[in-house]
């Protein structure tokens, strides 16, 4: 275990910087750390809800009860996406919390937080619910997935895991972390999540999740679009489809926009995401898209999230290329010979041989290996054939390229920018 940094010397801002209790005086060798979280008692037959964070690689846990009574506690099961975890004591009859309903949590309705602050068991605090729907509070990376309910009520080291409250005492979130101490800015996962989550590690020992295979940004991150659509200002952009997936197997395109889910508006990544996750594997999705300016309908069906989300790596074949654009790409038209060597599963487009340094094709994410399949809409089966149709394009209008990089479908904007 490596020695745990000064309390003093971390950043004010890092948010679990104050969920754990430290017994005892930082000592220079190294020790186990021994930390402090708080938890939800969600079943009678012992089940216990609380964040991961807490209980991440802990090689003990014990459990304080109410009545004084200590128990040592085993891990039923953990989802780092959500940082949620299930343990479980030795016990029957345990008083179980009311769960609220987290859709009905309403802005300005009382939140009450409670948990063990610094060791002080059973602490109460009251405060507002001051936001909903909250994401990016922390950079947990893509696959975390987050809904937040931010309150001001006072959290504190050691309510991580614990409960935030309506006024009747219903469960409406778990406290998960907060912004820096005394600021009045804490947040809480969305309990129906929460339930969720932990109703599958119980069930199932596992989590599955629906998903439409596709990677986006929002409409306003991507400004060569954007400027394509005046009149749109919101909206999900189909960054990539990867394969054997239900958006590969759809009528869905890269560069479309995605503005509404069965007739639910999407605004931005968040908002497609929470409506797919509200969706059964399997069940049937209606997309709503923007297509060259126009509206499009696209039907498809939900699949089921895989552990390893597939990601698109680079290639760097060498290879001798037949045509050289102006645009900074060399490329050779894709023979099934040539597919076979670079262990391509597409044989018809052209494959890009190299990227010339400082161009736009490389300030647009181009790379060696990529297969261009189509220029605006156009299919490309050769070299002569992209060569032909790069040179009408205007480079102030800009080409839209459909892309295939290991098996997964995206698209690159070449435009100059003034």
């Known amino acids: ?49 609380t964040n991961n964070h807490v209980i991440r690689n802990a090689t003990e846990i014990k459990v304080r009860l109410k009545d ?17 975890a299930v343990i479980k004591v030795d016990a029957k009859d345990l008083p179980a919390a009311k769960l609220a309903n987290s859709e009905e949590v309403r802005v300005g309705q009382w939140a009450i937080a409670i948990g063990a602050p610094y060791q002080l068991d059973y602490s109460f605090t009251v405060g507002f619910v001051s936001a909903k729907g909250r994401s990016a509070v922390w950079n947990r990376g893509g696959s975390a997935y987050e809904d937040y309910i931010q309150t001001d009520a006072s959290i504190n080291p050691g309510n991580s895991g614990g409960p ?29 999540m929460a339930r969720d989550v932990a109703d599958q590690l119980i069930d199932k020992g596992k989590i599955t999740r629906p998903w439409l295979g596709i990677q986006i940004e929002a409409l306003s991150d991507n400004q ?15 960054r990539a ?10 009528d869905l395109k890269p560069a479309d926009i995605i503005v509404a889910v069965d007739g639910v508006d999407v605004k931005n990544p968040r908002d497609l995401q929470r409506q797919v996750l509200r969706k059964k594997i399997g069940e049937q999705v209606a997309l709503s898209v923007i297509r060259d300016g126009k509206p499009v309908q696209v039907a498809l069906q939900t699949g089921e999230l895989p ?20 645009w900074g790409l060399t490329v050779q038209t894709l023979t099934k010979d040539l597919a076979s060597r670079f262990n391509l599963t597409d044989t018809e487009g052209v494959l890009v041989t190299d990227v010339a340094a400082e161009s736009l094709a ?6 060696a290996g990529d297969v261009i399949t189509e220029v605006n809409r156009q299919s490309v089966r050769t070299a002569e054939e992209f060569a032909a149709v790069m040179a009408k394009v205007e480079p102030q209008k800009g080409a839209l390229l459909y892309v295939k990089r290991e098996g997964a479908s995206t698209f690159v904007v070449l435009k100059e920018t003034k």
């Open 164 to 192: 935030l409250c309506d006024i009747e005492g219903r469960v409406i979130g778990i406290n998960t972390l907060i912004r820096g101490i005394n600021r009045g800015i804490g947040f809480a996962i969305p309990i129906n």
């Open 307 to 326: 552990e390893e989300p597939q990601v698109a790596s680079q290639r760097t074949p060498r290879e001798k290329a037949q045509t050289e654009t102006t």
């Open 68 to 84: 004084g009574r200590e128990l040592p506690a085993t891990v039923v099961g953990s989802d780092d996406r959500t940082d949620i």
């Open 362 to 367: 490389q300030q647009k994410g181009l790379q």
């Open 1 to 49: 275990m490596q020695p745990e940094p000064d309390e003093e010397a971390l950043p004010e801002d890092l948010p679990f910087k104050f969920f754990f209790r430290r017994r005892g005086a930082p000592q220079p060798q190294e020790r186990d750390v021994d930390s402090q979280g708080s938890g939800v008692v969600m079943r009678k037959d012992g089940y216990i809800l």
């Open 224 to 238: 060569d679009l954007a400027n394509s659509v005046k009149d749109l200002k919101d909206g999900v952009v189909v």
């Open 241 to 250: 489809i990867y394969p054997a997936t239900p958006a590969a197997q759809s």
